[in-house]
């Protein structure tokens, strides 16, 4: 992979309105056609580096490139259109049906009607569901189909960078490696950018091209899965252990 | 004479009042919401704002009715017809019902649904017309529902100050102390209240389906 960075935090730190630091000095660059795993435990930060890159929170200090140009000089409307955003399952609109929720980007961006439809119908088959399901609403659907049209939803206008906080986190464990794996797939046809979060060690090792940790808003380690189970680093270690050495080396 | 009766020989002048009973509240509910229902959109993005206005709607509604219609009397153009100073009265009465329930409508949206919505680059305006005011539907509906029922109520001692409805027949029977006379007010303005109430209350439901 040709090191082509189409994100890069330099220095970022995030300050709440009440002073607390959430992020401290962040350092990271990532890179086209990667999945990055954000890992760490609850209140970690790796939700807060999320919603960074797409503005939904604005650094305090330091700047993040998103596309080589700094977030505060883009439009922040086409920042985040730009970029997918799938979230745990609360996401979908409880008012539209599966069709308008998958489109909604599409429809925004003005797209003619007849192309967002065939554009739902595609993404529909993308992610594995049933095109009868297009004029149901989300609470008429399980949670593993839920996810499916947020990830769905997420990729209708074809951005080059896609953000998973959490996904399949909700989902229940036999549906959650189902989808997992069509992630892997899905990401093997599509080489987006993405950048995911977890606190499941399991899911990052599985997902992951290179895995962040980290710990109280820093950056504590950035390895390829394999390096992670190997490292000497004590934070690492204490991760690894928490999920089980042993078990861990003999997942797929 | 019994009321069924007086209805019968006077079924013109009931249908009349009842009419004009309806379009006292209706219109009067209507002024309101034009009002209110924006203004509650209004509190629930400026947070500052919130708390003066949902006072001042609380302290209209502690008004006893006819006091506030006796206050208005003596206003320069509003006192000179008692249709519209009754309107004027009933739509501050109506407001409170209606820019809290707007308010709490939109407060009361998922934050996580609005979250996404900006995530996925949605304007204010798209968050606000086709997320937050879709999904708080539903109680806007519940507080055009109060407000219209309380309307339909006070609209009845509009008639102590000559504004019509079926407050008329009300204080007419009780001036000649004929109960028939005052159930032939009573019983269609009950009615109208239950039939307002019961179809908004349908509506409302339907809404609440997501």
């Known amino acids: ?9 330099s ?55 998103v596309e080589n140009k700094p977030t505060k000089d883009w439009d922040v409307i086409r920042l985040r259109r730009t970029i997918g955003y799938v979230i745990q399952e609360t996401g979908l609109f409880p008012h539209f ?40 609403y989300p609470r008429e659907l399980s949670g593993g189909q839920r996810q499916r049209v947020g990830v769905a939803r997420a990729l209708a206008a074809d951005p080059p960078i896609l953000l998973m906080d959490e996904p399949f986190g909700a989902l229940d464990p036999i549906t959650r490696t189902d989808l997992q794996h069509e992630f892997i797939a899905l990401q093997q046809r599509l080489r987006k950018t993405v950048v995911f979060v977890t606190h499941d060690l399991r899911e990052a090792l599985l997902l992951a091209t290179r895995i962040a940790l980290m710990e109280e808003g820093k950056l504590v380690a950035l390895l390829s899965p394999k390096e992670f189970l190997q490292s000497p680093d004590p934070l690492v270690k204490k991760y690894v252990a928490a999920f089980g050495n042993g078990e861990l080396t003999r997942t797929p | ?46 947070p500052i704002l919130s708390g003066p206005v949902i006072t001042t ?40 019902p209606l820019i809290r329930n707007t308010y709490v409508g939109i407060k009361g949206v998922d934050p996580a649904v609005i979250e996404a919505a900006r995530g ?32 339909i109520g006070i609209t009845t001692i509009a008639a102590a100050i000559g504004a019509g ?14 109960n028939a006379v005052i159930l032939a007010g009573a019983i269609p303005a009950a009615l109208l209240a239950i039939t307002a109430d019961a179809s908004l209350g349908w509506l409302e439901k339907r809404l609440t389906a997501h």
């Open chain 1, 97 to 136: 049906t599966v069709a308008k929720n998958i489109g909604l980007v599409p429809s925004i961006e003005n797209w003619p009607k007849e192309k967002v439809e065939q554009r739902v119908s595609e993404m529909l088959q993308l992610v594995g569901l049933d095109a009868l399901l297009a004029k149901r």
């Open chain 2, 120 to 151: 996925m680059g949605m304007t204010n305006g798209q968050i606000l017309w086709q997320v937050e005011v879709p999904l708080s539907l539903s109680v806007i509906v519940a507080g055009l529902r109060v407000a219209i029922v309380l309307s």
């Open chain 2, 57 to 96: 709607a609380n302290v209209i509604q502690t008004i006893p009715s006819l006091a506030l219609f006796g206050f208005l009397l003596t206003a320069p153009w509003i006192g000179e017809r008692s249709g519209r100073l009754a309107i004027l009265a009933l739509a501050l009465y109506a407001l409170l």
């Open chain 2, 1 to 46: 004479m019994n009321v069924w009766q007086f209805i019968a020989q006077n079924w013109d002048q009931v249908l009349h009042l009842t009419l004009e009973h309806l379009w006292l509240a209706g219109f009067a509910t209507f002024l309101a919401a034009i009002v209110a229902i924006p203004l509650g959109i209004l509190i629930s993005r400026k």
């Open chain 1, 1 to 9: 992979m040709s090191p082509n960075p189409v994100i890069e935090f």
């Open chain 2, 165 to 178: 409805g079926l407050g008329e027949f009300i204080f007419r029977g009780l001036a000649m102390v004929n």
């Open chain 1, 11 to 65: 220095n970022v730190s995030y300050r709440t309105a009440d002073s607390r630091e959430l992020i401290h000095q962040l350092n990271l660059t990532i890179l086209r056609g990667e999945t990055l795993v954000l890992l760490g435990r609850s209140g970690s930060g790796k939700t807060t580096t999320l919603k960074l890159i797409n503005n939904l929170l604005v650094p305090t200090e330091g700047e993040l490139r």
